[in-house]
Structure formats: C-alpha cells, structure tokens
C-alpha cells in the first residue's frame, strides 16, 4: 500500500527549511587512514561541484586525541593477546541478566580506583550514560543548574526527569551563584552540572569553584570529563588535574574519544551507584558493550594512556604551536579543541569547503548544535599528527583574511 506524500509534507518542509540556513546534516563516505581521511566527494555534502571524486585529507575533525584508534602497535598486541586468552568478541545480553563477565568488574574496580570513588559503572556511551544518570536521580520536585553550554545529553536526561533546568552564563560563577540563591531553596534535591573540558568552545571549567557552590547550596555536583579524560591529570581528567577529584559526587567519561574505543562510564559513592544500576533504564534495558571493546579500553589505558604522558605531552605541544602561531582568526578555549569562531552558518561552511578543497578535513558547527550566529570551525588536534602538519594548517589559514568570510 502506497502511503499518501501528505503525511510526509511537514518533514519534507522541514528538511528544506534546514537547507535554506545551511544547516541540514548528511553522512558522509569516509574512510579513516591514521591521521588522514578519504572523502567521496559524492556525499560529501557540502558542496556541489566540486572537482575531485575523493580526496585524502588531514583530519582535523576527530575525537581520538591521543590517535589510539590508528596505532597498530598497539592495536596488533592487544589483539595477540586477546586472541590468546580466548574471550568473546560479543556479549548478546544486558548486564543484569547474563552481560556481565570479569573484564567489565575488572574494568569498573580499575576505575573506581584511579578516580579515588567506591564504585563505577560502566555505559554504552556517554549519551547513555547522562541521560541515565540525570532521568534517574531527579523528579518533578528537583532542580539542575546546568552551564549553558553543557552537552545535549545532559539535557535530553534532565528533561526526561522533569525536573527544573536552570541555565547559568556559560563558566559564570557569580551567576551561577546568583541563581542559586534565588532559586535552590524552592526544589527539594539540587544538582551542579557542568563538563569539565567543553567540547565547543574548547575551555575549562574551575571544579573547585563548583565544589564551593555545591557544598555551601547543599548540592550534588556532577562533572562530564568526555573530552579530557586521557589526556589531562595524567590521563585521569580535569578534575585530577584541578586536585578536585574527591569535591565530586559523580564523574562521567567516556573510553569513544581519548581512549579510542567505545563506551561510557560514571564513578560515585557506593549509593549512587547501586541506585543507578537500578533505576537508570538505559543502563537496565540495553545489550552490553561487546567484550572486545571494554578488553581494548582497559588494555589501553593500562599499557599506554596512564602508563607514561608522552602522547598528551606530544598533543599539548601541538595545540601550543597552532595556538600561538594562527593569527588572521580569532581563536576560542586553551585546550587541544581549537574553535574558530565564523558568526554566519553560510560562511562556516564556505570556509569548511575551501579547507577540504586545499587538504583540511575540518567541518563546520553550525546552529541548532551552537547558537546562532556563533557557527565556526571545530579543528580538533590529536598525537598522531606531527608539527609539520599543523604548521601546513596554520600557513594556509594566514592567507585567509578573517574579513573576507
């Protein structure tokens, strides 16, 4: 039965609307090769014309900040030794039923250790793990005061709760404060939400002074380490690196970026744990992570991410050379994300093309992802690149004038 085409004429408006603003998103034919990236030109879905069919790029989009994804070294002894031990590549079951074998507890004791908390759980990925942990802990009656820029996970997951959202001034303590005082006392339960590393904007939180506001407005705080665990606080995070670790109610972080593999997890005190295996539904009600891939986070992290800094000392040197190096645009954060503020969706993207056409796999973000009028260029930086390539980056930036888009 042929379905009548009304019934699709408001997405199909839509779909058109957001292409009128330069913000409709497609999937793109990639494929990744170390710190390049193939890109078929035919879904590349920026612009039309263009002349080649595919092209091998510098990849400047990716989250694998300590380039783990691509080193065979250790990729191939991991996956000796896996082999050797006999394990399962999968695991077709949800953790409270028969998902769980010991490299998942080994992983979670891991963990819970070097964050210096009771326990931690582990999550299929970060969404999971916020809108989880905020849908969970919170109700009607409760209160989140979220910084304006925090990820759209966190909140997916308060919004599923019902509680109250509170918004502060991006990194505005004060304000923060202000709102507190103007509001906590209305809300039975309060929570302080902020990442600690924000993957926009590319700067950082103060944890401590969180801590401050949490303790004296009687609040949970909890800090979204997604972009910096790996690399900062020798491979811990921001919070171990601010000396903030035991300030923290609940910690957050993902093994799909600086790790290189796949997941989430949360580390807290015994109670909040034991409360989200069960009460956090995406927790209780999806498929475990395959094996393999919490084999190869914990693999990873032992043998080489916490093992020595070499690699995050490599990335923070490369983020120190494009920083003090690019001088035609005005440039956002201080960490390995290097924002690159644009204003109009349009110019984002007619800048994002000109990079691909001239070797730069650099793509734009543009609202509804950020606000209006603050589209602009996300470069992410990662150890497997050399200085060579960002210096390549820098010089073909600096023949742009910044008022020529």
């Known amino acids: 039965m042929k379905n009548d085409e009304s019934l699709y004429s408001s997405y199909k408006e839509a779909l058109e609307e957001l ?87 080994e992983l979670e004791e891991f963990l819970a250790k070097i964050f210096n908390k009771e326990r ?24 989140v005061f979220v910084d304006r820029l925090n990820h759209a996970s966190i909140i997916d997951g308060i919004r599923l709760s019902k509680a109250k959202i509170i918004p502060y001034a991006h990194l505005d303590y004060e304000d923060l404060k202000q709102k507190l005082i103007k509001y906590r006392r209305s809300y039975k339960k309060a929570i302080i939400s902020s990442e600690s590393l924000f993957s926009m904007d590319g700067d950082i939180a103060d944890i401590n002074k969180l801590a401050d506001l949490k303790e004296e407005f009687n609040a949970l705080l909890i800090i979204d380490e997604a972009h910096s665990f790996g690399v900062y606080g020798g491979g811990i995070g921001i919070c171990k690196e601010q000396n903030a670790l035991d300030r923290v109610d609940l910690l957050l972080a993902t093994f799909g970026k600086a790790v290189g593999s796949y997941g989430a997890f949360v580390a807290g005190n015994e109670i909040l744990i034991d409360y989200l295996i069960n009460f956090a539904r995406s927790f209780i009600f999806s498929t475990t992570l ?23 000392d490599k ?17 956002m954060g201080e960490s ?48 497997g690149f050399e200085t060579a390539d960002i210096k390549s980056l820098v010089d073909f930036l600096n023949t742009i004038p910044s008022q020529a888009i």
């Open 120 to 143: 931690a759980l582990i999550f299929n990925s970060g969404y999971h793990g916020n809108v989880g942990v905020y849908s969970s802990l919170l109700s009607a009656d409760d209160v």
């Open 290 to 312: 395959p094996e393999i891939s919490v084999a190869f986070s914990y693999y990873a992290l032992k043998n080489l991410i916490l093992k020595d800094n070499i690699l995050q």
């Open 19 to 105: 292409k009128s603003k330069s913000s409709f998103r497609e999937i793109k034919d990639i494929k990744q090769d170390g710190k390049y990236i193939i890109l078929n030109n035919a879904s590349a879905g920026l612009k039309t014309g263009c002349a080649f069919m595919s092209k091998k790029l510098l990849n400047f989009s990716s989250n694998d900040y300590l380039g783990i994804s691509s080193n065979n070294t250790l990729r191939n002894d991991f996956l000796q030794e896996y082999l050797k031990s006999g394990s399962k590549i999968s695991n077709p079951s949800a953790r409270l039923l028969c998902g769980t074998d010991s490299i998942y507890k």
């Open 315 to 331: 990335l923070f040197n490369l983020n120190s050379y494009l920083r003090n190096n690019l001088k035609t645009f005005d440039i």
């Open 336 to 383: 390995y994300i290097v924002s690159v503020l644009i204003g109009e969706n349009s110019n984002a993207v007619g800048l994002s093309n000109l990079l691909i056409e001239n070797g730069f796999y650099i793509l734009p973000i543009r609202y509804p992802t950020v606000a209006k009028n603050t589209a602009r260029l996300r470069i992410s930086l990662n150890s």
